[in-house]
């Protein structure tokens, strides 16, 4: 039987997951992907839709009851922080980072950049929060729909075209004050059809293809970016796969562990019990 997959159609995913997707790897089942933004996945993922699936790390208190977080796979990093945007033009006062009387944008209620923002400003909230599809963000900011945008990926290096501002980067801020690297998004297994360690083992194998011959999957992953510049898609995969995404290892653990502990204090996202986060590496 074939395992249904839930990814992003962000350059990161299709170059992680392409020779998985193709039955590229020696041992690995058949695969039907779906592909869609995580917002979307991160609710699919609530009624268990899919057997694998890429989530957020801000939403994985709802998910670890049904499913196992893997150690690879996803996105995790350093300088790969969510930004927040703003119009260079725009009036915000003598401190132009206290959104609290804005309308601001972003991807998802319960994606990491989100639940981020939300941990940088606390005790600032905004006035207003629209949830609204990735590319729907920096048009919107740029038209003066909203005031500010909260954006992942590609934006990183591209909203210098829409006249926007980089009004904070949080994975600087996140960085600067925990030392530890930015957990974006994971991939868990669902644990009543999919044995994790095998699953880590055909995303290993995938990795490790997509390193060893990165042409071979340059037609999928452009047919699939939303950003089609083939020097914003290099970009973004040299930036977004990295050692992390063949295993978390000991900080990209304590860097999850870290943000759902600060999450779970500051009343954010249910408690989770260490023991359940981690219990997939043993």
């Known amino acids: 039987m074939a395992l249904s997959l839930a990814i992003s159609p962000c350059p990161n995913d299709t170059f992680v997951f392409h020779a998985l997707v193709h039955g590229q790897v020696p041992g690995a089942p058949p695969v039907e992907v779906t592909y869609a933004d995580v917002d979307v996945t991160n609710t699919a993922a609530e009624r268990g839709a899919f057997d694998l699936v890429k989530v957020s790390y801000a939403a994985l208190p709802w998910l670890l009851g049904d499913y196992h977080l893997l150690p690879c796979g996803g996105a995790l990093g350093r300088g790969c922080g969510p930004l927040v945007l703003t119009r260079g033009d725009r009036d915000g006062g003598p401190d132009r980072t206290d959104l609290s009387g804005a309308t601001v944008a972003v991807p998802g209620d319960r994606t990491t950049a989100y639940l981020l923002f939300r941990l940088w400003a606390a005790g600032r909230t905004p006035r207003r929060i629209e949830v609204v ?118 900080s990209g653990l304590a860097a999850v562990e870290a943000l759902l502990g600060r999450a779970a204090d500051a009343g954010l996202v249910p408690q989770t019990s260490s023991s359940r986060a981690t219990a997939w590496t043993s």
Do not use: K
Request: glycine fraction near 10%; aromatic fraction near 10%; proline fraction near 7%.
């Open 133 to 250: 599809p990735f590319h729907e963000i920096m048009p919107g900011v740029a038209a003066g729909r909203y005031d500010a945008g909260l954006v992942i990926h590609e934006a990183r290096f591209t909203y210098p075209r829409h006249g926007l501002t980089a009004l904070v980067d949080l994975g600087e801020w996140w960085e600067a004050d925990t030392g530890l690297p930015i957990p974006l998004g994971a991939i868990l297994a669902r644990r009543d059809a999919v044995d994790p360690q095998e699953a880590a083992g055909w995303i290993r194998g995938s990795v490790q293809r997509a390193w060893a011959d990165p042409a071979a999957s340059r037609a999928y992953v452009l047919a699939h970016a939303q950003e089609m510049e083939p020097d914003v898609v290099d970009r973004h995969i040299g930036l977004y796969v990295n050692e992390f995404t063949a295993d978390l290892g000991e």
